[in-house]
């Protein structure tokens, strides 16, 4: 009797190990940019032209994620739209490229693609001095609690919008109103029910599953769907696509491309289909 308590014990503690091991899951994200404070002017452009435009840009910038996760490693990206040809507007919303997460590595690798040239981002991670808060609310099934994180505003984007606006102040049109760089409240809310410290994109380090996040600005990424241990076991693919480069080569070169894009006056130029 003793060697079959014995024999169960194993068996079962075995399996709990195992289970603890192969804990995966796949969740499933919408983003959603708020461009109402955009505003832009194109001589000889009518009202309605311009009302078309920006509900071209609202919907390129609305988008679903798929953040595959286990208890160290994450693979977050963009679903892919055979319905989304290339318009005047793609260049601005951007595309996600594939975004790998090893925590237990402390790295994270990024595909990249600026202006048609792939980029692979690899650095440390990003760390989050996340501050919880005594906020609670229901995300679909998950009970999620608030936390918060304040970024600074950094040299560069001070330097940078400084000599904008020197040049817009020069200009004699200007198609983007500049704002000035503000420090950035970024908000989570996570779930201890899912009991990983991962999340979307570079968000991560919070006792359980970020299921939304606002990084500050514009964007809110939601959580809509999450599946715990599928049926196929997830292989995690690390990206490797790409130029290597770190984080602070790619803003330069991003940065860089941006300020060659601009005319003696600091105005972007941009073609508009219309």
Do not use: H
């Amino acid at each position: 009797m003793k060697k079959l308590t014995i024999l169960s014990f194993l068996f079962f503690a075995t399996l709990n190990s195992n289970a603890q091991q192969t804990f995966q899951g796949i969740a499933t994200y919408q983003s959603l940019t708020d461009i109402s404070g955009l505003k832009f002017e194109v001589p000889g452009m009518s009202d309605d032209q311009k009302s078309k435009i920006m509900e071209k840009m609202k919907k390129s910038f609305q988008k679903t994620f798929t953040l595959k996760f286990d208890k160290t490693q994450s693979l977050f990206e963009e679903e892919q739209k055979l319905d989304n040809p290339l318009n005047s507007t793609s260049f601005i919303s951007g595309s996600e490229g594939k975004y790998f997460k090893d925590i237990k590595e402390g790295i994270e690798i990024e595909e990249q693609d600026l202006f048609d040239k792939e980029f692979l981002i690899v650095d440390k991670l990003t760390k989050w001095d996340w501050k919880l808060v005594d906020e609670f609310k229901k995300i679909g099934d998950y009970n999620c609690q608030k936390a918060t994180v304040e970024i600074p505003v950094t040299k560069e984007e001070k330097e940078s919008y400084e000599a904008d606006l020197k040049k817009q102040q020069t200009a004699k049109t200007n198609f983007i109103v500049l704002e000035e760089p503000k420090p950035k409240l970024v908000t989570a809310w996570f779930t201890q029910d899912i009991p990983v410290n991962n999340g979307p994109r570079n968000f991560w380090g919070l006792p359980g599953l970020i299921l939304e996040v606002n990084d500050g600005q514009k964007t809110t990424i939601v959580c809509s769907k999450v599946v715990i241990n599928p049926k196929e076991q997830i292989v995690f693919k690390k990206p490797s696509n790409g130029k290597k480069v770190t984080r602070k080569q790619f803003d330069k070169i991003s940065e860089d491309k941006m300020n060659s894009m601009k005319d003696e006056n600091g105005a972007i130029q941009i073609n508009v289909i219309r």
